[in-house]
């Protein structure tokens, strides 16, 4: 191994707490063409088991160390040339970890345009200046007249020259630097102040016109809103000392760093220097450098936020496959009507016009009627948006009017957050060419219940509406991390390759659009897969394609029963060993876990397959193609609150957890305003981090503390009142097996569903999110 790829591993290792071992085993995966999930998943024993968070983390880590030691051999390769590379220099460059450092070193060798010091260097100043550092007795006034000249007229511009060259030199001082961005990242302040006549306009970030903080401890949510009201131009911002204890100090810094130790007149001008220095060159490039680390630092806060949204989001638990009916509520166009059957596909749709102008309530009922009838429908999912409620009541009227003995379908708030941006995409025009826009947003309400992650792969992650200032955050950065944690769901869940569609098959360990795109091809030209070899059929996947993504792809009732299992193909042989220890057959093994309940796993390792992979195929065994998000709940909306107006404070409400951010959690309690419970209100304990408490699309029971109609805003609590605990309701421990029948509640409530955190009342709560409050 290379000195350079031992320092990055042992780098990276310390970060993801980790040995350096194991580092540069998994680094070699990665490099051979491996996928993060693939190797989370089936390289256990390489990796010494590194999660796929840990892994995700490497990668990014990897990728910075990288541009790291490329831009280091550039420093020392540029100053080498210009022959100035000491080796004290060189040893500096070697030792820097960071890029910050880096550049501070690289500073005074970088090609610049002409400045103030050089012009004074050709005036012949260099000499004033060190002889006013080597004999701080003499008076610079005195010294300054011995280097007057026709380009240097006065002792003043002479002093002003000698202090331009000291200045410059402070600025490129590399040392100097570290100590000033050391001390200013522990004490410095971060400053927001309105600028004069922004007050009426900038009234929604009124809590920053005159706010003062400590850089290092400001939480990043606050930190984006007070850099979106500096970019709107509402406030202005400065990041800078303390004026009473700081500002000497830093002083002082650089003061220590020029060598002034006493009163002599060489010193007090030199100390004069130093405050210069400080004011008018220091101080910019101090906050710049704060400013950058803080906008990167929340970036990376709100991006984390977004992540951990989405996927909760794309883990809710799926409805499971059954016909559905789905509502996209409407006032004047009407409500659009879509039925899907248990693969989600289109068997029925229409147009009802309840509400005005039309008021066709009678016509609307009937045709609901005659479709539940029709097709036997078991859910109902209604779009939470415009109408939402009002929809609940017609479709819960409905219910009442179904024959005794008939089957009651149970209806379903659902979120409408990307559908209507689906539904003008591209895909959906391919996907659905002869349907309206409008009923494929009711097609899109229908399948994201049955099955949140197969249908909301197909939005932008951004269109969905769980992110903390998602907007304002490094645009990149945000794609690759979604992009990861799409790509992570997706892997974990498995895609059974004879229904998933090509945007779900995308994101699979291995596939791509175009990959994903031939499956779906040659699945319609030659007709489902009965194995998962057949795969290799498929133009353009190749050897290493089908071990990235065999694996995650299933194939039910297929000719291989281990198809059907997330055991990849490479381990098949372990798998029948350890099913002939059982002396049984392996489809009469696969769920039955007393069978394998007297085997060992340490008996079955050996040279290709070590004790993770052992454990991992025994498990499966037990379990196979089981589903690891939590089982289908619903959370009811009490009756009688359809809108802020009804709401009081004390009311006691059940709803859904649409997002989390730093400084609370956003609840749907069905009135199209999301309520917050600040994290100071989620527990009777202290709370630093609210997804320690709660996470999208749990059903939780607040209380209402504030209701603001004007500003519509809704306070809630989750604390204990009366020796009542409001907390989230218990997830059931079991989880179901993949295309197991979905359990709900009989009564035809109208009832939100735990992915429900797409938001309601999406525009409105994005406003709230994007507005600091």
Request: charged content about 25%.
């Amino acid at each position: 191994m290379s000195v350079v790829a031992d320092r990055i591993a042992r780098q990276i290792a310390a970060d993801i707490n980790a040995r350096p071992e194991q580092v540069t085993a998994t680094v070699a995966l990665l490099d051979g063409g491996d996928t993060v999930p693939f190797v989370a998943r089936y390289r256990k024993e390489v990796t010494g088991g590194l999660d796929d968070t840990q892994l995700r983390r490497l990668a990014e880590r990897l990728d910075y160390l990288r541009d790291l030691e490329k831009r280091r051999a550039s420093i020392l390769a540029e100053i080498k040339d210009q022959g100035k590379l000491t080796d004290a220099l060189a040893g500096a460059i070697a030792t820097a970890d960071t890029k910050a450092v880096l550049e501070d070193l690289y500073l005074p060798f970088k090609p610049k345009r002409r400045t103030k010091a050089m012009i004074a260097r050709e005036n012949g100043l260099e000499p004033l200046l060190r002889n006013i550092l080597a004999d701080r007795a003499a008076d610079p006034e005195v010294l300054a007249q011995g280097y007057l000249s026709d380009a240097v007229a006065t002792t003043k511009e002479a002093l002003s020259g000698a202090r331009d060259i000291l200045v410059e030199e402070l600025g490129e001082n590399a040392a100097l630097l570290g100590r000033l961005r050391n001390v200013m990242q522990q004490e410095a302040l971060i400053t927001a102040r309105v600028i004069k006549g922004k007050e009426e306009v900038g009234a929604k970030f009124s809590d920053y016109f005159d706010h003062s903080e400590k850089w290092s401890a400001i939480p990043a949510h606050r930190a984006l809103a007070i850099l979106r009201a500096a970019k709107e131009d509402i406030v202005h911002i400065d990041i800078a000392p303390e004026e009473e204890a700081g500002l000497p100090r830093v002083v002082g810094i650089i003061a220590a760093e020029i060598g002034i130790t006493g009163q002599l007149p060489g010193d007090k001008w030199l100390h004069e220097v130093a405050v210069w220095t400080w004011k008018i060159k220091l101080s910019g490039t101090m906050f710049m450098d704060l400013l950058t680390d803080l906008r990167r630092r929340a970036h990376a806060a709100a991006i984390e936020v977004f992540a951990r949204n989405l996927k909760d989001l794309l883990l809710a638990a799926p409805a499971g496959a059954r016909v559905t009916l789905g509502l996209d509520p409407g006032i004047r166009t009407g409500c659009k009507i879509a039925v899907v059957d248990e693969t989600g596909k289109v068997i029925d749709t229409a147009t009802i016009y309840p509400f005005q102008p039309r008021n066709d309530l009678r016509g609307s009922e009937e045709t609901l009627l005659h479709l539940i009838k029709k097709h036997s429908i078991a859910l109902i999912a209604i779009g939470n948006g415009t109408a939402s409620r009002e929809s609940e009541k017609l479709v819960a009227d409905v219910i009442k009017r179904l024959p005794a003995g008939t089957t009651r379908p149970t209806p379903v708030i659902v979120s409408e957050a990307g559908a209507s941006v689906y539904s003008a995409s591209e895909l959906a025009s391919q996907e659905f060419p002869d349907v309206d826009v409008s009923i494929r947003g009711a097609i899109s309400i229908a399948r994201r219940l049955q099955d949140p992650l197969a249908e909301l792969v197909k939005i932008e992650p951004q269109a969905i509406g769980v992110g903390q200032y998602q907007h304002d955050v490094d645009q990149r950065k945000l794609a690759q991390s979604l992009a990861a944690v799409v790509e992570d769901a997706v892997n974990s869940v498995g895609v059974d390759v004879n229904m998933a569609s090509a945007p779900l098959l995308s994101h699979v360990a291995g596939l791509g659009s175009s990959l994903a795109q031939n499956i779906v091809a040659h699945r319609d030209a030659n007709g489902a897969f009965v194995t998962r070899k057949a795969l290799l059929k498929v133009a353009g996947l190749g050897p290493k394609a089908f071990e990235q993504c065999a694996g995650f792809l299933r194939i039910a009732q297929g000719d291989e029963p281990l198809d059907a299992s997330s055991v990849h193909p490479e381990a098949y042989d372990l798998a029948r060993k350890i099913v002939q220890a059982c002396g049984r057959d392996v489809r009469a093994i696969m769920g039955d876990s007393s069978a394998l309940a007297g085997l060992r796993a340490e008996q079955f390792v050996d040279e290709s397959f070590g004790l993770p992979t052992v454990r991992d195929i025994l498990a499966e065994l037990e379990k196979p193609g089981r589903d690891p998000r939590p089982a289908f709940q619903t959370a009811t909306f009490a009756e009688g609150i359809d809108s802020i107006t009804d709401l009081k404070p004390g009311m006691s409400l059940e709803g859904t957890v649409t997002n989390v951010a730093a400084f609370g959690a956003f609840v749907d309690i069905g009135v199209h305003q999301d309520g917050l419970v600040h994290v100071s209100q989620l527990a009777d304990r202290f709370v630093k981090d609210p997804h320690e408490v709660v996470k999208a699309g749990d059903v939780v029971r607040v209380r209402v503390t504030e209701v603001d109609v004007p500003r519509k805003r809704i306070g809630l609590t989750m604390r204990k009142e009366g020796g009542q605990e409001s907390a989230p309701r218990a997830r059931p421990e079991a989880k179901r097996k993949s295309g197991a029948k979905a359990t709900s509640s009989a009564s035809p409530k109208p009832t939100a569903n735990n992915q429900g955190a797409l938001g309601s009342a999406l525009a409105e709560a994005l406003k709230r999110r994007a507005d600091p409050q």
